[in-house]
């Protein structure tokens, strides 16, 4: 029986607009592309999400890369990034149903130690986060999933039963390491009106 329900952030509470990210500091168009693929290279933010680069050396890389004369905006770029992400359309109400009728209610993401230490900053993304009862970032433990050791840090730390929870995710291979452990699943396919019917019918 499914008493805990636990989110994935990025692409299920949270659309990532890296092209509108971009814009709010590159004015000029044609390079709009360029600093977006610079800034948000997975090179990069693959190893943010791990904890193993830090913001300034993220920056040194970005400014190597792009004439000097978009180096600052460009920082600007990834300086205020957590100001422009929006909650997903829907997405508070099904984490509201998830709230009012879940045991408890966690999230779990493979994101920065930036973020983890800035998102208040954003009052839409701190109002939803606010409704969690824990959360587990992946920048600040050096674990990222589907590895399965931030599963058992989620379930030890929360004192949680892996067949009492509903993981929601939107990646495959994450549902497939949470399935492993025996961990239920539910793969978001950016429907919030499907997921909210669904936590309503399983409880």
């Not at 990210?21 to 592309?33: G, I, L, P, Q």
């Not at 779990?108 to 009862?133: G, M, V």
């Not at 590895?147 to 929870?165: M, N, P, Q, S, V």
Request: proline fraction near 3%; aromatic fraction near 12%.
């Amino acid at each position: 029986m499914i008493k805990n329900i636990v989110f994935d952030f990025g692409r299920v509470i949270v659309d990532f607009e890296e092209t509108k990210m971009t814009r709010a500091y590159v004015k000029d168009e044609s390079m709009v592309e360029t600093v977006r693929d610079t800034v948000f290279d997975r090179l990069y933010w693959d190893r943010l999400d791990l904890g193993t680069i830090t913001d300034d050396e993220l920056k040194a890389c970005v400014a190597a890369r792009l004439p000097k004369e978009f180096v600052s905006a460009a920082h600007a770029v990834y300086n205020r990034w957590i100001h422009h992400i929006d909650p997903i359309p829907g997405i508070e109400d099904a984490v509201r149903t998830a709230r009012e009728r879940a045991e408890g209610l966690y999230l779990l993401s493979n994101i920065s130690i930036k973020f983890a230490e800035e998102y208040k900053q954003n009052p839409a993304i701190d109002r939803i986060l606010s409704l969690f009862d824990g959360l587990v970032f992946s920048g600040p433990l050096h674990m990222i999933k589907p590895d399965a050791r931030i599963f058992h840090y989620l379930l030890d730390t929360y004192g949680l039963k892996a067949d009492e929870c509903l993981f929601i995710d939107d990646s495959p291979k994450n549902i497939a390491g949470a399935q492993k452990l025996g961990i239920q699943t539910y793969l978001f396919d950016g429907d919030t009106k499907k997921l909210k019917e669904y936590i309503k019918s399983i409880f």
